[in-house]
């Protein structure tokens, strides 16, 4: 399949094992977040969104924390499974000159079985 | 509900051409946003359209243009192709415009340029 980035950080995990991916987020006046999944060939899929009133929300299997103070995002899997394999993104509301998503530049995630 | 749907899904040009691609959101969405995806640049914003006007414009050249029609579904056209423009173009969708509204992504237009 097409390679999303070639040159993307990497965290491998063991099956079963939970996996945590972190972003850091450029502009402290952000306030809504959203976790996407990117799987070869495909487009980016949501997983879970957050606003900045909050600190934690959990899906299934997924859980975001948001740290405004030092502007980071991470987003925590559960029992990792081999499907969980993809790049993933953060991305924040830009709300200062032009209105738009900033993407992150993405984490591939390895599921070793 | 069905998704995003893009057309083409691949498209292979020559530069100097021009190419148009197509977008249909997800049923009773308004918001139609395209990205260009690079390994190199990531996710980078072309434009937004609501209600068949453009709303935001990322930084792209006016070679890069767009139109949404009042069905929703929205088009984007690159004139004057350049190898630099190979790439994933991404369209996605939302209910609204802005701010707690979460993009939904189609799969993509893989644009080549020979």
């Known amino acids: 399949g097409e390679s999303v980035g070639l040159h993307l950080p990497t965290l491998s995990v063991q099956e079963g094992d939970n996996s945590i991916i972190n972003c850091a987020y450029s502009n402290s006046a952000s306030d809504y977040f959203i976790w996407y999944k990117q799987e070869s060939g495909k487009g980016p899929q949501f997983i879970i969104d957050?606003?900045?009133?909050?600190d934690k929300r959990q899906g299934q299997r997924v859980t975001v924390l948001l740290n405004k103070t030092v502007k980071h995002l991470s987003l925590q899997i559960a029992a990792t499974q081999p499907g969980d394999s993809a790049v993933y993104f953060c991305?924040?509301?830009?709300?200062?000159?032009?209105?738009?998503?900033?993407f992150g530049t993405g984490t591939r995630l390895k599921v070793l079985a | 509900k069905a998704g995003v749907t893009q057309t083409p899904r691949y498209l292979i040009k020559t530069r100097g051409q021009q190419v148009t691609l197509s977008c249909s959101p997800i049923s009773g969405h308004r918001s139609v946003s395209w990205y260009q995806q690079t390994p190199g640049q990531g996710l980078q914003f072309l434009f937004e359209?609501?209600?068949?006007?453009?709303?935001n414009k990322g930084n792209f050249p006016g070679r890069f243009s767009g139109r949404q029609f009042s069905n929703s579904r929205s088009e984007m056209n690159v004139s004057t192709l350049e190898l630099g423009d190979s790439a994933l173009y991404l369209c996605?969708?939302?209910?609204?415009?802005?701010?707690?509204?979460?993009?939904?992504f189609g799969d993509g237009t893989r644009l080549s340029i020979l």
């Open positions: 359209y609501f209600s068949e006007t453009q709303r």
């Open positions: 957050i606003r900045s009133n909050m």
């Open positions: 991305a924040e509301w830009q709300r200062s000159g032009t209105y738009k998503y900033i």
């Open positions: 996605a969708s939302s209910l609204g415009q802005g701010r707690d509204q979460p993009q939904h």
